[in-house]
């Protein structure tokens, strides 16, 4: 039974930092690419990052560029984000998810159907 777990998330102040993992298991992940959404009370779940198989290419939402950066590590089946510089805009669920299409060796799926399993979220919460 696949199965993601995310961990990592918390409370912070306004231009502090965290650092969410999520550990897949199940099946093999390294050769799919992977992604971080988000979703804010009343609001859509929206893309964060994304990341190919290998971690050669990495894909960003604009709200996050230069603040977020995605790494992965086959060996662990791990995927993580380190969040800095946080604003209280970034408060949210944010979950990982894992895509089984291949679409090239680049591919950094950003659209919601483009991944098929999806872990159980963990809270962030940024005050300002």
């Known amino acids: 039974q696949v199965q993601l777990v995310e961990s990592g998330g918390g409370s912070v102040q306004a231009g502090g930092s965290l650092r969410l993992s999520c550990v897949a298991s199940g099946r093999t992940f390294s050769s799919f690419a992977m992604g971080w959404f988000r979703q804010a009370p009343g609001k859509e779940r929206e893309f964060v990052a994304s990341?190919?198989?290998?971690?050669?290419?990495?894909l960003y939402a604009d709200s996050v560029k230069g603040r977020f950066t995605i790494s992965r590590d086959n060996a662990k089946s791990t995927v993580s984000l380190q969040m800095n510089s946080l604003k209280p805009e970034d408060t949210a669920v944010y979950y990982c998810?894992?895509?089984?299409?291949?679409?090239?060796?680049?591919?950094?799926?950003?659209?919601?159907?483009?991944?098929?399993?999806w872990g159980q979220g963990t809270q962030v919460t940024v005050s300002s």
């Open positions: 990341i190919n198989w290998n971690g050669g290419s990495t």
């Open positions: 998810a894992v895509s089984l299409r291949y679409n090239g060796r680049d591919y950094t799926p950003s659209t919601r159907d483009e991944y098929a399993y």
